[in-house]
């Protein structure tokens, strides 16, 4: 899953990238709130954590000029502002979630996956298809109650696609969900993730679709 995270001050930037990325997040990070506007127009971010004191545009300019243009992103402010008439002006923006500085980074990390849990549509914390759980919180992996080693873009790439079980998701979007800015895919690493993921959770997990991309199998 691909977050972008919007934050100017160096230290604490520089944690929160590292706490997420260790938790499997692929997380590009920008300073300010015009880069946060570019970046969200010009990739596909399953969230966004989203600072309000911003050196140049702020962060609640940030969300509604993201608002305004149709982008549903899942947004959670981060932020020192923490009166009651901070956090109702950030959500009254847009904001998804609020959560105040300081913070504790097993906090933020439940936030976003209730974040990506809402906007999948999901009510379950735990993903399943099949015989086959997928828990978000605690990186395991089961098969008919077997527990099942993966290493952790597989467990991403299989995440991208149990979040959205209906969706056909291309080769560009599942790469997009397994690597930050800086990081490079070789030209076949989906495919090769693909076929890992097929050999540990049978061959017709998932299904390739022709022209498209790919898509878990029919439910039995």
């Known amino acids: 899953?691909?977050?972008?995270?919007?934050?100017?001050?160096?230290?604490?930037?520089?944690?929160?990238?590292?706490?997420?990325?260790?938790?499997?997040?692929?997380?590009?990070?920008?300073?300010?709130?015009?880069?946060?506007?570019?970046?969200?127009?010009?990739?596909?971010?399953?969230?966004?954590?989203?600072d309000l004191g911003l050196p140049g545009q702020d962060g609640i300019a940030v969300l509604q000029a993201l608002?305004?243009?149709?982008?549903?992103?899942?947004?959670l402010v981060l932020t020192a502002r923490d009166t009651q008439a901070d956090k109702i002006g950030g959500l009254d923006a847009g904001a998804d979630d609020y959560l105040t500085k300081p913070f504790d980074l097993g906090e933020l990390q439940a936030r976003i996956r209730a974040l990506l849990r809402r906007a999948g549509g999901q009510a379950q914390p735990v993903l399943s298809h099949r015989d086959v759980t997928?828990?978000?919180?605690?990186?395991?992996?089961?098969?008919?109650?077997?527990?099942?080693?993966?290493?952790?873009?597989?467990?991403?790439?299989?995440?991208?696609?149990?979040?959205?079980?209906?969706?056909?998701?291309?080769?560009?979007?599942?790469?997009?969900?397994?690597?930050?800015?800086?990081?490079?895919?070789?030209?076949?690493?989906?495919?090769?993730y693909i076929h890992h993921l097929r050999k540990k959770l049978g061959a017709d997990f998932i299904r390739t679709v022709r022209g498209l991309g790919y898509q878990l199998g029919a439910d039995r």
């Open 67 to 75: 608002r305004r243009r149709g982008d549903l992103t899942p947004v």
């Open 134 to 192: 997928l828990d978000p919180a605690s990186k395991r992996v089961t098969r008919a109650g077997r527990e099942v080693a993966l290493s952790a873009r597989e467990f991403a790439l299989l995440e991208a696609l149990m979040r959205h079980p209906q969706h056909i998701r291309s080769r560009a979007q599942l790469e997009d969900s397994l690597y930050a800015w800086g990081e490079e895919a070789g030209s076949n690493t989906v495919e090769v």
């Open 1 to 50: 899953m691909r977050i972008l995270l919007v934050e100017d001050d160096p230290l604490l930037g520089d944690g929160i990238r590292a706490g997420l990325s260790l938790a499997g997040y692929a997380v590009d990070w920008v300073h300010d709130g015009g880069p946060a506007l570019a970046a969200l127009a010009s990739h596909q971010y399953d969230a966004c954590v989203l």
